[in-house]
């Protein structure tokens, strides 16, 4: 079965400073792999998404991900990170099913 | 476009109520329809998800059911709330592709049960 580690459950960085959230996910095919993220009380909105290709994929409000098939893992960067950016992000794994696996989540705290 | 409704937004139930919440999704037919549950620090747990009218999977052993009494109509029960049901419950739906697509969430509904 699949499944998903967020290994921070906390990260505090500086406005403008760059951001990289970590993600590895466990499957024994080739994955589909999700970033979202989560405004206080609300729904999930999704920053970007890889099935296939360019193992570097860009995203909504200036982020990207990496997929590293030898490190199974998914990271989440940005290079400078706004006030407005602080939220909780999930990491999510697909696969050939029609069920979407998260993991725990990683809160972004952004001080000015 | 396809827009997804979650209802209610909050919601406070004393132990021992029935619940009830719906979720419905337009724009769209045959969706996969999903439930899940965010605890804090515990991620989004799926609970129950479905590929058409009257087929739900659920996920865990639990106090909650679901079903899909129409196509684009996804409901979340419990005939007798319990203290560890309080959560913040996310309806989400994915186009039927046959793999894992994107979700959409609603923008999810906070029970309370006190």
């Known amino acids: 079965a699949q499944s998903v580690t967020q290994p921070d459950i906390h990260i505090t960085v500086s406005e403008g400073a760059s951001l990289e959230l970590r993600c590895n996910y466990s499957y024994g095919a080739t994955p589909y792999l999700f970033w979202y993220v989560q405004s206080p009380g609300q729904g999930l909105q999704l920053l970007l998404k890889?099935?296939?290709?360019?193992?570097l994929v860009q995203g909504i409000k200036g982020f990207e991900a990496e997929f590293k098939r030898s490190q199974s893992s998914f990271n989440l960067r940005k290079p400078s990170v706004h006030w407005s950016d602080a939220a909780e992000y999930f990491c999510?794994?697909?696969?050939?099913?029609?069920?979407?696996?998260f993991g725990t989540g990683t809160r972004l705290q952004v001080f000015p | 476009s396809q827009t997804i409704h979650q209802w209610p937004a909050t919601l406070v139930q004393p132990v021992g109520s029935p619940l009830s919440l719906e979720c419905t999704v337009e724009g769209t037919s045959n969706p996969n329809l999903y439930w899940y549950r965010q605890a804090a620090g515990r991620g989004l747990q799926l609970l129950f998800y479905?590929?058409?009218?009257?087929?739900i999977s659920s996920e865990v052993p639990q106090n909650l059911s679901a079903s899909r009494p129409q196509d684009r109509q996804f409901i979340l029960s419990s005939k007798k709330l319990l203290l560890s049901d309080s959560g913040f419950y996310l309806c989400?739906?994915?186009?039927?592709?046959?793999?894992?697509?994107?979700?959409?969430f609603g923008q999810g509904t906070r029970l309370t049960v006190v």
């Open positions: 479905s590929v058409g009218i009257g087929q």
């Open positions: 890889y099935f296939s290709g360019d193992t």
């Open positions: 989400a739906w994915s186009p039927r592709t046959g793999i894992t697509t994107e979700a959409f």
């Open positions: 999510a794994v697909g696969a050939n099913t029609d069920k979407l696996i």
